[in-house]
Antibody
Framework: EVQLVESGGGLVQPGGSLRLSCAAS????????MNWVRQAPGKGLEWVSY????????YYADSVKGRFTISRDNAKNSLYLQMNSLRAEDTAVYYC???????????????WGQGTLVTVSS | AIRMTQSPSSFSASTGDRVTITCRAS??????LAWYQQKPGKAPKLLIY???TLQSGVPSRFSGSGSGTDFTLTISCLQSEDFATYYC??????????FGGGTKVEIK
C-alpha cells in the first residue's frame, strides 16, 4: 500500500524557517517524481514544487522561488521542503504528492499524503 | 501559465441527483485533465485522469468527458458520500500543473 506521511509543520514567525519531510513507503520511491502542493485555509490547491526521480530536474512556483528548496533522499525514501523567509501568505496545509506514473512522464498525482499544517504568524 | 476555471464554484443538490461540473482551460490541453475529490480535513483523492479514465476503485457513477479546452465531471446518481469539493487539474504543462478553483457540492 502506497503511503506518504508528512511531518515538520508548525507555528513559525514571519521571516523564519521550517523544514518539511515526507516519508514514503509501499512503492519504489526512486522511480517516481514527487511534488509539494499547498492549500491555504479555506482556499484551493496550489502546486509549490516538483523534483524528478533522480533530483536532476527541479521546478518551483513563482510564489516560493528563491525561498523554498525541494530535495529528496532516495536511500531514505524521503522528500523534503526547506522553507526560508516565511511569510503570512505561506500559511497552509502542505501535501506531498506522487506522480501517478513512474519516471518523468506527463502525469497527474496518484497519491497524496495527509498534509502538515504550517502557520506563519507573530 | 495555463489557467483552469471551474463552474459553478458551489451548488446544492440532493441525493440521487445527476450533477455536472465544468472546467475550462485557458488554452488547449488535449486530454491532460484530472479530477480530484476532497472532503473536509482530508487530502485530495484522484477520481479521473486523461479526462475520462476512471482511477482504480472509483465508483462508476463518476465519469469525465471533454478534450481541448472544455471538460465536465458528471456524477450520475449523487450519494451521501459524494458531498465534497471537486478540483480539476491540467497536466499538459507537466510538471507545472495548475488546478481549478474548486466546486463545492453541498446538501440541499
Amino acid at each position: 500500500e502506497v503511503q506518504l506521511v508528512e511531518s515538520g509543520g508548525g507555528l513559525v514567525q514571519p521571516g523564519g524557517s521550517l523544514r518539511l519531510s515526507c516519508a514514503a513507503s509501499g512503492f519504489t520511491f526512486s522511480s517516481y517524481s514527487m511534488n509539494w502542493v499547498r492549500q491555504a485555509p479555506g482556499k484551493g490547491l496550489e502546486w509549490v514544487s516538483y523534483i524528478s526521480s533522480s533530483s536532476s530536474t527541479i521546478y518551483y512556483a513563482d510564489s516560493v522561488k528563491g525561498r523554498f528548496t525541494i530535495s529528496r533522499d532516495n536511500a531514505k525514501n524521503s522528500l523534503y521542503l526547506q522553507m526560508n523567509s516565511l511569510r503570512a501568505e505561506d500559511t497552509a496545509v502542505y501535501y506531498c504528492a506522487r506522480d501517478r506514473r513512474g519516471g518523468s512522464s506527463t502525469s497527474c498525482y496518484g497519491y497524496w499524503g495527509q498534509g502538515t499544517l504550517v502557520t506563519v504568524s507573530s | 501559465a495555463i489557467r483552469m476555471t471551474q463552474s459553478p464554484s458551489s451548488f446544492s443538490a440532493s441525493t440521487g441527483d445527476r450533477v455536472t461540473i465544468t472546467c475550462r482551460a485557458s488554452q488547449g490541453i488535449s486530454s491532460y485533465l484530472a479530477w480530484y475529490q476532497q472532503k473536509p480535513g482530508k487530502a485530495p483523492k484522484l477520481l479521473i485522469y486523461a479526462a475520462s479514465t476512471l482511477q482504480s476503485g472509483v465508483p462508476s457513477r463518476f465519469s469525465g468527458s471533454g478534450s481541448g479546452t472544455d471538460f465536465t465531471l458528471t456524477i450520475s446518481c449523487l450519494q451521501s458520500e459524494d458531498f465534497a469539493t471537486y478540483y480539476c487539474q491540467q497536466y499538459y504543462s507537466y510538471p507545472l500543473l495548475t488546478f481549478g478553483g474548486g466546486t463545492k457540492v453541498e446538501i440541499k
